[in-house]
């Protein structure tokens, strides 16, 4: 799969802070890259550097096949960006703002008004279209965001933090979105406050730390990196358990509860090993759980940073 996205030795300091050192990415064409860090990591800056807002102190960069730094307005002409605050006019109405990016475009008076026909219709906005924006709920101008950013087709979108103030619901109605966009063959970088947000949406993701790529994966690759991944093995019989103690050493027991709890990586090898000692010692297990650390403990794993619950925010800047 050709990258959408290509960062070699990507440095960048103010004054005598390094808030880049060296970084590399690589983003396939059509999925969707998550950044990750706790604050001050780095990663608002990796996407103002991409999107040509400001520059890179060091570093080779290709977007959409063209050379960041020789050719950055046939990068400008391939991205959108969506940031963390909303770049609605709440004067004018959502078909209004529709227009006003497709003129920015120079689309034509007839195909801008088509686009942003089509958009509102797309994002479940017709309705809501002939209102002035400030009428919006949080969600209906985060979709009507992102649909001027979809204004100009772009083939690469910058999603920062696009979720944040949200309620549960329109934060699954703009992942649903955002995945349709990628099913479309739209590239997406996303950085997000929400762990859950990357873990349901990211196909790889990148955590930074003090300017340093410290971990990159699928989500189920990082989570193996956390440590606490285990294989509970539940049993009736004292004397299975018993057996079972014996068989597998390396398991925590719970004797009470007649619980073992067997070291894993959450690997699929890992799994149909211990299958295998357990069918080969003919034990009768009455309940088999696997569990394997989540995103936030992979955060900590890897930053030594805790995270917040569900409902509160990892900072992303």
Do not use: C
Not at 48 to 71: K, M
Not at 110 to 128: K, M, T
């Amino acid at each position: 799969m050709s990258a959408a996205i290509e960062v070699r030795g990507l440095r960048k300091s103010y004054g005598d802070k390094l808030v880049l050192d060296g970084i590399d990415l690589t983003v396939a064409k059509g999925t969707i890259f998550s950044l990750l860090g706790p604050n001050g990591a780095g990663k608002t800056t990796v996407v103002q550097i991409l999107s040509t807002l400001i520059t890179a102190d060091a570093g080779e960069i290709r977007v959409a096949g063209h050379d960041l730094h020789q050719d950055p307005e046939a990068v400008r002409a391939a991205i959108g960006v969506t940031g963390q605050f909303s770049a609605v006019d709440g004067l004018l109405t959502g078909r209004e703002n529709l227009i006003m990016m497709a003129d920015l475009y120079h689309l034509g008076r007839a195909e801008g008004r088509r686009r942003a026909d089509e958009l509102l219709e797309r994002f479940d906005l017709v309705e809501a279209g002939k209102n002035v924006a400030m009428t919006y709920s949080g969600g209906m101008k985060r979709r009507l965001d992102l649909a001027m950013t979809l204004v100009g087709n772009p083939q690469i979108i910058f999603l920062d933090e696009p979720t944040t103030g949200l309620d549960p619901r329109s934060r699954h109605s703009m992942w649903q979105l955002i995945r349709e966009l990628v099913a479309g063959g739209v590239t997406v970088l996303l950085t997000t406050q929400y762990l859950e947000e990357a873990d349901q949406l990211a196909d790889q993701i990148a955590v930074l730390d003090h300017g340093k790529l410290v971990a990159q994966g699928t989500p189920e690759q990082l989570k193996r990196l956390a440590p606490g991944g285990h294989i509970r093995l539940r049993f009736t019989a004292p004397e299975e358990f018993a057996l079972a103690s014996q068989v597998l050493p390396s398991a925590s027991r719970d004797e009470e509860s007649l619980v073992l709890l067997v070291p894993s990586d959450g690997s699929v090898h890992t799994l149909r090993a211990l299958l295998a000692r357990i069918d080969d010692a003919s034990l009768e297990v009455d309940e088999l759980t696997i569990y394997t650390p989540d995103l936030d403990d992979v955060f900590f794993a890897v930053t030594g940073q805790p995270t917040a619950n569900d409902n509160e925010k990892v900072t992303s800047k």
